[in-house]
């Protein structure tokens, strides 16, 4: 991991650092000799910035590993992801703004629908909608068990994050969901002998929390997944001296960002031209902005060409207000690829372009594009390097060694 | 580092391999759209080698690290200079043809001007030229320390190489020069508690200098810094089974060569040429031999563009006595990029061409320039990479398993 070479190189200087992140930007041609997503989209000052900067390819995880958002994030922010594992029920209670400290655990939770012999007959409860969870979460709130406090927070819809505080927890807990209907809840079982206790509190609170909901139509049950604990990754303050900030509309990449240390910005909107403004308000405070655009991945998943190519545009369209604040280093890339032709997430190298006029060596590359990337004078690199690169570009870093 | 799989695979054969180092060769642009240095100069020669061979672009130390000229060799020479740190001492001392064996520690010095109050005027004494500093070096080696043995050499002006021997030293000392004028001299203090025994010797020798040095005019004082002692690495023979030779002018170049096991070899005269024909002379007594040409660096830290562009021509239209002695493998790169616009180091990737008739890979570019490399068929890839692919292409390695 980069940080034990960086942090003794951080001078003093002052300067701003942009990375914007297109979810799931890298793509694929449908037909054979085709464009991409974003060779296809209309980005006049994507590809301006691609002339004058320098272009290159991200690898997330390791060659051909296709990666989930947390571990992808974090490769981007430049810690290894093959070194520091963050489990969901740690980014989903982040991600809400829950507290969650080092030795709490913490667990993504779905109402779900029992039939009268106690087996599911909806995973996710009718898909009830976030106000109808409310109440409910209400219900789950007030219960107590001995020993430890339980904290619970409404996500979206049938979702909701539990943490759970005291002493001893262990996060080494499968998962309660038994992924089909027709059958009961798993109870939670220790997958390491430590956590034998965890489970048995856990345990105890979903026995509650299917009391509390007894009388509920829909939603009279739990799952529980993604047991976590707080890896205590250190901070972007300490590694890169940075004070950074997370402008992002999804709680998950709200939550990866808190636990590197990131502070995030509360705005109104959820389009690429809010996230800017909101990143324009707070640049005076911040050495540092993470922009997060979901909607990239979103159509990917829903293997939408055309609505990926649409996103790409309207972030490109919304570009000129961003630029307007003069960052010193602006990357745009993504966090790992979906391209729409395979509807998922994929390994593919993630197209990276890194603008920082003061100090950037172009290529031969006009346009943002996986192929303009390919053969760009950042060549391919680890997705965990981009912060050294965008530290130098900043001219933050002093020399090493004589 | 790649020694531990390359020795079990170094065969018998015979071939000459020459890395021809162009400090600081890579560069940027000064407008945009501009060549950069290497891309304004005109090549022939190289280019030619560029077309018959392959072109490829390196990172000196890691991704955004700017490399001093220390760690930066290391890493061409095929060590990973974060695993290797060789202090400044270490390589003033070895620069200058000291004997400098593991234990011993070294330090860079400076005469210095102290006033009446023992406070520096002058941090180099009003840089005294070669010829005074010599006899001041002479009342330096008269300097006697009870348990230890002192050697003092002369480097440049008011610069000279200092080595204690005996048992038990330690190199982990502070430096002495407080930076400013207006201040004395700073003791010599351990960092580590182990150098405590080390810091008093040269405390003892500082104070036996200042008595010896006392009646001069200018150079009344001495301070000295950078405190280090042979990290004792690999040497080439070893590890590559390579006799080596170093033909450079500067002695920091030499220095870090013996520290790997180069033959430094002497000749007359300055230039490009002169170099190649110190490297045609002792062609039959090795199998590597590395030429290191300064100026290309020394230009850009004075931010010449065109300056450095000559240099580049002169080393060009000297080559052709280089290629005359026919090496089977030639490496045309720098130590890291010094781009005039920058005066300074920088972290760029580096142009790097290897030419090898007998076995190379041609690709589609036909010049040597930083645009080119990037699009190179040997990739993106680590300096300290360049060795094997230099024994590869030698063909003095045997195939890895069955």
Known sequence: MPHKYLQPLLNE???????????????????PGGPTELEAAHTPHLDRLAAEGSLGQTIPIRPGITPGSGPAHLALFGYDPLAYAVGRGALSALGVGMDFAPGDVAARGNFCTLDQNGLITDRRAGRIPTDEAAPLVEKLRAIRVPGVRVEVAPVKEYRFAVVMRGEGLSPHLADTDPQATGKPPLPVTATQPEAEETARLFNQWIAAARKALADQPRANGVTLRGFATDPGMPKYREVYGLRAACVAVYPMYKGVSRLVGMDVVPFEGESPADEFA???????????IFIHIKKTDSMGEDGNFQGKVKVIESVDAALPALLERKPDVL??????ATPARLRSHSWHPVPFLLWAPASHLPDAQTAFGERACARGGLGTFLAQEAMSLAL???????????
């Open 13 to 31: 200087r002052t300067s701003k650092i942009v990375l914007l992140v297109l979810d799931g930007l890298g793509g694929l041609p449908v037909e």
């Open 278 to 288: 909101a990143a324009a308000r707070i640049w005076d405070e911040y050495d540092f």
């Open 331 to 336: 990357m745009v890339t993504g966090d790992h």
């Open 392 to 402: 130098a570009h900043a001219l933050r870093l002093k020399k090493y060694g004589a």
